[in-house]
């Protein structure tokens, strides 16, 4: 893949969480997960050589499979049963979202721009893009307040730190990789589950609602 | 004999669901295995570091000490289990408890993978699988606030791990350009000079947010007092006792890059500002507690906070933080175990429901007693002498504000533990909140098992503060010569 055509991809990476930002429908946000998945994979085909065919097989399973397909649609399964749909009553509306977001990206594809000029070993697109993609998933963690989107934000962090490790794909051993891919899948398993369990005791289902537990 | 460590639990848990209708035969099954990890424990004390498979895993002569203090926690913890589950409040769920030890036994597989992790990768694997084991174990009581508590544990600690992999990977960044470069402790050891400072200054803070998430280090303590405090009591017990422990390892580990990367006076400055807002939370909600178990919890957050400045002071204060992850171990474990008793006995979390466990059980009184004595570091407890360190090194370094400092918190939570300790062992027991049931008949439902492993914990925190055994004084010279620090 040219660098253009990565470049390309990696920017598009970055912009779906300005449609997340922007939007309150929790079914697009797992449908963004799933594009966010499909995008992973083709910058891991750039950034990994046509020989190294099992690396490929397992990038392939964790971003098309499970990134891409999997997790988006057991996340869609649980909204649906939930009978959650929208992030009503965010801590800010989805128009000032919308601006901190791209105000956000911007930070992360500048920073990415001062470490390209300390000549650091980092590819700049690629740093700029996770930076953004982490801090708007952070962004979303603090505004949001369903259950459901605390989890899809958190699952959008990990993405962003994915594309992050692309950069040092050849320092971790495949059990490491194995294990960090499978500590994610049960962590949204099992998030999903108690999202299910806490429907009847925390109506709503909201973040706020979560003030048991003080003194 | 390592990979038999790891494997033996995963192996037991799957027997797990064939004794689901034999409570007992699982608590005996989980405890012979504590026994047998103590054994394993003691026999790399005596035999010293072994390399694991696959370059992957191993036995350090810092590992060895952290093993042994999580081996000593877990056959206390397991032995009062079989009378846990005994318990009339435990009829309910007995049903599950063969689920409750699977998520145990995963969770205590998670916890020696992390100790025995030689990669720096394959630490934070084990570090957040020990989170989603024990979020199943933190709400084995069903409920709105287990599930909370489950929530903010499993949320809270997930996102700091996060940020703990984000410093990984700028950790290899510090590595771009070196020769077979790798995140194997190893490596990294011998190697450490040659990273990138840059990289290295940054990753730091952002392993050190996310292991210390993990240990309870404030700010990033929230889920701490609310998982402690609604787990079953031998899980709070393990949590506290073995999790935290498991963490400082990782924090250690990475110290350890730093110094020898010349970096150590930064690494130093975050532990040692990390460490004292842990002294001062638990200052002030410790005074305010309302229920006991999140009193203990925050006392938790408290010791890390000991220990972290131990490791920022280094010298002899590392060989008090080494000693104090032992002492507030033992202690803390003990102080546990035995708020379970009074659990049992008046069926209250709240401070001002219990009164007068003097009258209604006299050895969990005496248990709650030493409890609190030898978590506020009162000789003869080895937590006294490991304080004791930490204050004459920062004497030594003549770090008279953070000498003050220290003293000054430390006494007020020693006034605002001993303030609710005090006044819910004396006074007089009345009736369980809300019914007609007399609270002293409830204590004679413990058996000896309820009593007998705080009693030996105790014991072992004040046979270690009156006299150190040699074999263990060695066993702490060679971790702290291990980490690199000088001025014993």
């Given at each position: 893949?040219t660098?253009?055509?990565?470049n390309?991809?990696?920017?598009?990476?970055?912009?779906?969480?300005?449609?997340?930002?922007a939007s309150?429908?929790?079914?697009?946000?797992a449908?963004?997960?799933?594009?966010?998945?499909?995008?992973?994979?083709?910058?891991?085909?750039?950034?990994?050589?046509p020989?190294?065919?099992?690396?490929?097989?397992?990038?392939?399973?964790?971003?098309?499979?499970l990134?891409?397909?999997?997790?988006?649609?057991?996340?869609?399964?649980?909204?649906?049963?939930?009978?959650?749909?929208?992030?009503?009553?965010?801590?800010?509306?989805?128009?000032?979202?919308?601006?901190?977001?791209?105000?956000?990206?911007?930070?992360?594809?500048?920073?990415a721009?001062l470490?390209?000029?300390?000549?650091?070993?980092?590819?700049?697109?690629?740093?700029?893009?996770?930076?953004?993609?982490?801090?708007?998933?952070?962004?979303?963690?603090?505004?949001?307040?369903?259950?459901?989107?605390?989890?899809?934000?958190f699952?959008?962090?990990?993405?962003?730190?994915?594309?992050?490790?692309?950069?040092?794909?050849?320092?971790?051993?495949?059990?490491v990789?194995?294990g960090?891919?499978?500590?994610?899948?049960?962590?949204?398993?099992?998030?999903?589950?108690?999202?299910?369990?806490?429907?009847?005791?925390?109506?709503?289902?909201h973040?706020?609602?979560?003030?048991?537990?003080?003194? | 004999?390592?990979?038999v460590?790891?494997?033996?639990?995963?192996?037991?848990?799957?027997?797990?669901?064939?004794?689901?209708?034999?409570?007992?035969?699982?608590?005996?099954l989980?405890?012979?295995?504590?026994?047998g990890?103590?054994?394993?424990?003691?026999?790399?004390a005596?035999t010293?570091?072994?390399?694991?498979?696959?370059?992957?895993?191993?036995?350090?002569?810092?590992?060895?000490?952290?093993?042994?203090?999580?081996?000593?926690?877990?056959?206390?913890?397991?032995?009062?289990?079989?009378?846990?589950?005994?318990?009339?409040?435990?009829?309910?769920?007995?049903?599950r408890?063969?689920k409750?030890h699977?998520f145990?036994l995963?969770?205590?597989?998670?916890?020696?993978g992390?100790?025995?992790?030689a990669?720096?990768?394959?630490l934070?694997?084990?570090?957040?699988?020990?989170?989603?084991?024990?979020?199943?174990?933190?709400?084995?009581?069903?409920?709105?606030?287990?599930?909370?508590?489950?929530?903010?544990?499993?949320?809270?600690?997930?996102?700091?791990?996060?940020?703990?992999?984000?410093?990984?990977?700028?950790?290899?960044?510090?590595?771009a350009g070196?020769?077979?470069?790798s995140?194997?402790?190893d490596?990294?050891?011998?190697?450490a000079?040659?990273?990138?400072?840059?990289?290295?200054?940054?990753?730091?803070?952002?392993?050190?947010?996310?292991?210390?998430?993990?240990?309870?280090l404030?700010?990033?303590?929230?889920?701490?007092?609310d998982?402690?405090?609604?787990?079953p009591?031998p899980?709070?017990?393990?949590?506290?006792?073995?999790?935290?422990?498991?963490?400082?390892?990782?924090?250690?580990?990475?110290?350890?890059?730093?110094?020898?990367?010349?970096?150590?006076?930064y690494?130093?400055t975050?532990?040692?500002?990390?460490?004292?807002?842990?002294?001062l939370?638990?200052?002030?909600?410790?005074?305010?507690?309302r229920?006991y178990?999140?009193?203990?919890?925050?006392?938790?957050?408290?010791?890390?906070?000991?220990i972290?400045?131990g490791?920022?002071?280094?010298?002899?204060?590392?060989?008090?933080?080494?000693?104090?992850?032992?002492?507030?171990?033992?202690?803390?474990?003990?102080?546990?175990?035995?708020s379970?008793n009074?659990?049992?006995?008046?069926?209250s979390?709240?401070?001002?429901?219990?009164?007068?466990?003097w009258?209604?059980?006299?050895?969990?009184?005496?248990?709650?007693?030493?409890?609190?004595?030898?978590?506020?570091?009162?000789?003869p407890?080895?937590?006294?002498?490991s304080?004791?360190?930490?204050?004459?090194?920062?004497?030594?370094?003549?770090?008279?504000?953070?000498l003050?400092?220290?003293?000054?918190?430390?006494?007020?939570i020693l006034?605002?533990?001993?303030k609710?300790?005090l006044?819910?062992?004396?006074?007089?027991?009345?009736?369980?909140c809300?019914?007609?049931?007399?609270?002293?008949?409830?204590?004679?439902?413990?058996g000896?098992?309820?009593?007998?492993?705080?009693?030996?914990?105790?014991?072992?925190?004040?046979?270690?503060?009156?006299?150190?055994?040699?074999?263990?004084?060695?066993?702490?010279?060679?971790?702290v010569?291990?980490?690199?620090e000088?001025?014993?």
């Amino acid at each position: 893949m040219t660098g253009t055509a990565e470049n390309l991809v990696l920017i598009l990476f970055a912009v779906t969480m300005l449609w997340v930002a922007a939007s309150s429908r929790l079914e697009l946000y797992a449908r963004m997960l799933g594009w966010q998945g499909v995008l992973l994979f083709v910058v891991a085909l750039g950034n990994i050589a046509p020989e190294e065919k099992f690396t490929l097989a397992f990038v392939a399973v964790e971003t098309l499979l499970l990134k891409g397909l999997v997790i988006p649609m057991y996340l869609i399964r649980v909204i649906r049963r939930n009978e959650i749909r929208r992030e009503t009553e965010p801590y800010l509306p989805n128009l000032y979202s919308l601006a901190v977001a791209v105000g956000l990206t911007a930070v992360g594809f500048v920073l990415a721009f001062l470490v390209r000029l300390g000549h650091h070993p980092v590819h700049p697109c690629l740093f700029g893009a996770a930076v953004a993609v982490i801090l708007n998933a952070l962004f979303i963690l603090l505004t949001r307040k369903k259950f459901i989107t605390h989890i899809i934000a958190f699952v959008f962090l990990e993405n962003g730190i994915f594309l992050l490790s692309l950069a040092v794909a050849g320092e971790m051993p495949f059990v490491v990789n194995l294990g960090v891919m499978l500590d994610v899948f049960m962590w949204v398993l099992l998030a999903g589950v108690f999202v299910r369990t806490m429907k009847d005791a925390i109506p709503g289902q909201h973040i706020d609602k979560l003030r048991g537990l003080r003194g | 004999m390592i990979s038999v460590l790891l494997l033996t639990p995963l192996v037991l848990a799957a027997l797990m669901p064939g004794l689901r209708r034999r409570v007992m035969w699982q608590c005996r099954l989980v405890f012979a295995y504590a026994v047998g990890l103590a054994a394993a424990a003691v026999w790399f004390a005596v035999t010293g570091p072994e390399p694991g498979p696959a370059s992957l895993l191993a036995v350090d002569d810092l590992s060895i000490w952290f093993l042994l203090i999580m081996a000593v926690v877990l056959v206390a913890t397991t032995l009062y289990s079989c009378d846990f589950f005994r318990r009339p409040e435990e009829q309910e769920t007995a049903e599950r408890a063969w689920k409750y030890h699977v998520f145990l036994l995963l969770f205590v597989a998670s916890m020696l993978g992390v100790l025995l992790s030689a990669h720096l990768g394959l630490l934070w694997v084990f570090v957040e699988t020990s989170t989603l084991s024990s979020a199943m174990l933190v709400c084995y009581h069903p409920g709105r606030n287990s599930y909370e508590a489950a929530w903010k544990y499993i949320f809270i600690c997930s996102i700091g791990i996060s940020f703990a992999f984000i410093g990984i990977i700028f950790l290899s960044l510090s590595a771009a350009g070196l020769e077979h470069s790798s995140l194997s402790w190893d490596w990294l050891d011998s190697h450490a000079a040659q990273l990138n400072p840059f990289w290295l200054k940054t990753a730091m803070p952002l392993l050190l947010i996310g292991l210390g998430t993990k240990m309870g280090l404030a700010p990033m303590h929230n889920w701490l007092p609310d998982a402690h405090s609604e787990a079953p009591a031998p899980i709070s017990a393990t949590l506290s006792a073995a999790l935290l422990n498991a963490s400082c390892l990782g924090i250690l580990r990475v110290h350890m890059i730093l110094l020898r990367a010349g970096l150590g006076e930064y690494s130093r400055t975050i532990l040692i500002v990390m460490g004292f807002l842990s002294l001062l939370v638990p200052a002030i909600f410790i005074l305010r507690a309302r229920n006991y178990k999140r009193m203990l919890a925050y006392s938790s957050v408290e010791n890390m906070g000991i220990i972290a400045i131990g490791i920022g002071f280094g010298g002899a204060a590392l060989f008090g933080a080494l000693l104090h992850l032992a002492g507030h171990s033992l202690v803390k474990a003990s102080f546990f175990l035995t708020s379970g008793n009074l659990y049992s006995i008046y069926h209250s979390k709240r401070i001002r429901d219990v009164h007068g466990i003097w009258r209604c059980d006299a050895m969990s009184a005496w248990l709650w007693l030493g409890g609190a004595v030898g978590i506020c570091a009162f000789p003869p407890f080895v937590t006294f002498i490991s304080e004791f360190n930490i204050m004459a090194r920062m004497l030594q370094e003549r770090a008279i504000v953070a000498l003050l400092l220290f003293g000054l918190l430390l006494t007020v939570i020693l006034g605002a533990m001993f303030k609710h300790v005090l006044g819910m062992v004396f006074g007089r027991p009345g009736f369980e909140c809300g019914t007609d049931i007399d609270i002293s008949d409830n204590a004679s439902l413990l058996g000896p098992a309820a009593y007998l492993p705080q009693l030996v914990l105790l014991l072992a925190a004040v046979g270690l503060g009156l006299c150190l055994p040699d074999p263990v004084y060695h066993l702490m010279t060679k971790a702290v010569t291990f980490i690199g620090e000088q001025g014993l």
